[in-house]
């Protein structure tokens, strides 16, 4: 398939996990990628060829803007803006969280996009087109004990995608979301090092599939919502859960 021959993309957190499958994937449909990360994304650039790398902090709002301003300069247009930074923090109880903990979490995972939004719709709206897909969670619908700072900051981003899907829809520009549950990415693997045996085995059996995500297959429904495909989709939430929210 080649549904995004000619086209440019943007993907935060593109050298891990998620961010590395999502890259691949648009790369190999197509399209010119922007890899961007805090420190740039050179490896995962060079691999996939038909990309380049982006140093930018997405909690950093003059950094996303001067990013964002000369990807639009370089590739002459941005028609795929893809949010996948995100960290999970500590994992404690609410009465536990501490406020740095709280800070860094939803800096990363609700400010990132609301500033990559910020400085990417309005080329788009310009342009007439362009798709934005934000990766929330299903922990921002399912209570899950641990990640109550996560599960708000993804809660806020759902907010944030259904709002300007409305606002810029009228400019041809679709805004959605996947909600993946458990994906097995470094960070997953870093997360559940202080895990007992017991809490991860409950998580994967909550799963419907009784397992948990490959980061390609959160990949592959990122670029349907991405694609002319859905090109009557905006403002939705998809499950990439294998289940989870099922029961």
Known sequence: MDRFEGLV????GATSGTGVAVCERLADEGATVACADVSGAEAIAGRIGRAWSLAMDVTDADQVAAAVGGLLERGGRLDVLVNCAGIDGQVAPTAELSEANLDAVVGVNLRGPFLTMRAALPAMAAAGRGAVVNVASVFATAGTPGFGHYGAAKAGLLALTRSAAVEYGPAGVRVNAVSPSVIDTPTFRRTS???????????????????????????????????????????ADLPVDGGYTAG
């Open 9 to 12: 993309a943007l993907v935060t």
């Open 193 to 235: 090092q202080d895990m007992p045996p017991e809490a991860i085995a409950a998580a994967i059996g909550r799963h419907a599939l009784r397992r948990i995500a490959a980061p390609a297959e959160v990949a592959a429904a990122v670029a349907f919502l991405a694609s002319d495909d859905a090109s009557f989709v905006s403002g």
